[in-house]
């Protein structure tokens, strides 16, 4: 059987708002993170993603009220990140109705806190969220933290490698040199990924055109996840879907 491909918009949320730039620069303000999700949750997307992009930076935790309000009105799976540091945080989380977390900065600074969230609520609520931007390293990609404003000093390969060893269920790939800029997903990057993954991996960064998504996951990709092109209406999710369908993939209605 195979499995349904993903189609995932994701609230980029700063001071309460959406918001979205590119490159992480030059935010514009995109709506009411609650509104917005029940928007998609009605025109059909497969997940939602809410990520508190500004956490890590301001050294703060996710903002819980905003997340419960959203987990309100959807029915579909929500994952959460932004400012995850420990288990608690992920328990608060989840009684707020998430679904599971994305962990980024925190788990690069002490890779210990993926064994600990994997080890106490299971790999399936635990998302692996990975800005990546091309560099000399070994693979020839480095994973960047703080919203691609710093280098990690980590090759992205490896270090999706000792996350699946330390018990993430999934990737969240998101191509810094690509967010934003509607030039397409870095399909190259994807493919890397995909060779070395046996979780699931969401491409993210770059869409820009319906064909788009359909070329990530041909790549390898199992979802993909979009933002300003959904936000400001210049793709629907219902597009996405039916261009996906035509081209022989397995989506759910």
């Known amino acids: 059987m195979t499995l349904a491909k993903r189609v995932i918009p994701c609230l980029d949320v700063s001071g309460g708002r959406v918001v979205k ?24 997307a497969d997940e939602l993603t809410f ?7 301001e050294e703060r935790k996710t903002t819980l009220d905003i997340v419960s309000a959203t987990a309100e009105q959807v029915f579909i799976p929500l994952t959460v990140g932004g400012g995850i540091r420990t288990v608690n945080d992920v328990d608060n ?23 600990e969230i994997s080890d106490r609520f299971g790999n399936q609520v635990l998302v692996l969220s990975v800005d990546a931007r091309r560099a000399k390293t070994k693979s020839g990609y480095e994973v960047t933290t703080h919203g691609g404003r710093e280098s990690s000093g980590l090759d992205a390969i490896s270090w999706i490698q000792e996350g699946i060893k330390r018990g993430i269920g999934e990737i969240l790939l998101n191509s810094m ?54 936000h400001f209406g210049e793709i629907k999710i219902s597009q996405v879907k039916s261009d996906l369908s035509s081209r022989g993939f397995s989506v759910r209605g």
């Open 93 to 115: 989380l989840l009684r707020a109705g998430a679904d599971k977390v994305s962990v980024n900065t925190a788990a690069i600074n002490r890779p210990e806190l993926i064994n």
């Open 21 to 44: 730039g590119v490159n992480f620069l030059n935010l514009k303000d995109a709506g009411d993170p609650v509104e917005l999700a029940k928007k998609y949750d009605t025109e059909g």
């Open 51 to 57: 990520l508190d992009i500004s956490a890590s930076i």
């Open 177 to 230: 040199d690509a967010d934003g800029t509607k030039a397409g997903f870095d399909l190259e990057m994807i493919k890397a990924i995909r060779e070395i993954s046996g979780v699931p991996v969401i491409a993210s960064g770059g869409a820009g055109k319906i064909s788009d998504f359909g070329d990530a996951l041909a790549v390898g990709a199992d979802a993909v996840l979009a933002a300003s092109v959904f």
